[in-house]
């Protein structure tokens, strides 16, 4: 586990490994090593046995602000490949989300902006309160997105949101979120800690193959497209069902609709 002074928190519960993005102060602004802890938290956790389901979350009432400007500043001054840990730290825990096999859930309240907003595109289901703030907004300080927001955000709400978004740098709700198809579900800011711990609660009580196997399912269509996919689908059902899982499956069924 990390310990309290980590930018990174991880802890794993009855099923559920925890993370935490911890500098509360600056509202969870991504540093260099904030990324680095993160992508080894992500990976860390999504090679355990015993964690169904990964929740990533920010201290302090907030997600994250993105990059760090004082951060960003001191690294500048180094050029480009001073820069570039700051972005392929953070650019990596990212990807790790499609590459370790637990479903990734993000919890997002108060802000998610830039690099924040980024992680929302990468996870595998995002939840949000309906009153969080959020927006990529690089746009507004003459920046352009650098942890994956030019691609990951057209294939989630379509062209013109996403290119109306990253041009304009306007700021969305959690509910205009949910709406855009961005996330999953936006909930009242007083039910949403209650929420997310119940949607949580319920993956990590799934059979955990089950659930690996739907989401590497899902990436590899959304990778190889359609046909690859179903491909895919079959030999994986056809195991599935063949297995003990299958025959824990059926007995399930045949006792429920008893």
């Known amino acids: 586990m990390s310990t309290s002074s980590s930018p990174v928190l991880s802890s794993v519960d009855e099923g559920i490994g925890r993370i935490t993005l911890n500098r509360p102060e600056a509202l969870n602004a991504i540093t260099v090593e904030l990324g680095a802890q993160f992508d ?11 964690v169904h389901v990964i929740l990533v979350r ?5 997600f994250s602000a993105g990059g760090d400007f004082a951060e960003v500043e001191r690294l500048r001054a180094g050029g480009v490949e001073a820069l570039r840990p700051l972005f392929t730290n953070f650019g990596s825990a990212c990807r790790a989300v499609a590459e370790i096999a637990p479903p990734v859930v993000v919890a997002v309240e108060g802000f998610a902006m830039a690099g924040g907003f980024e992680f929302i595109q990468a996870a595998d ?10 927006c990529d907004n690089h746009v507004n300080f003459g920046q352009v997105p650098g942890g994956g927001g030019s691609q990951r955000l057209l294939p989630l709400v379509g062209r013109q949101r996403a290119l109306g978004h990253l041009l304009s740098g306007d700021r969305i ?13 936006s909930f009242a800011p007083e039910e949403f800690a209650a929420e997310v711990e ?16 739907i989401k590497r399912l899902v990436r590899f269509g959304e990778a190889r497209g359609v046909e690859a996919g179903l491909a895919a689908e079959l030999d994986a059902v056809l195991h599935h069902i063949a297995g003990v899982a299958g025959a824990d499956g059926v007995s399930s069924f045949r006792a429920k609709g008893a």
Do not use: C, H, I, M
């Open 173 to 185: 709700s959690g509910e205009q979120a949910a709406a855009w198809g961005l996330v999953y579900r």
């Open 40 to 50: 080894a938290a992500l990976r860390d956790l999504g090679t355990r046995a015993d």
């Open 198 to 213: 119940s949607f949580v609660a319920t993956l990590a009580a799934r059979r955990p193959d089950a659930l690996r196997t």
């Open 58 to 62: 920010g201290a302090g009432g907030n």
């Open 125 to 134: 289901v995002a939840l949000v309160s309906a009153d969080a703030k959020l």
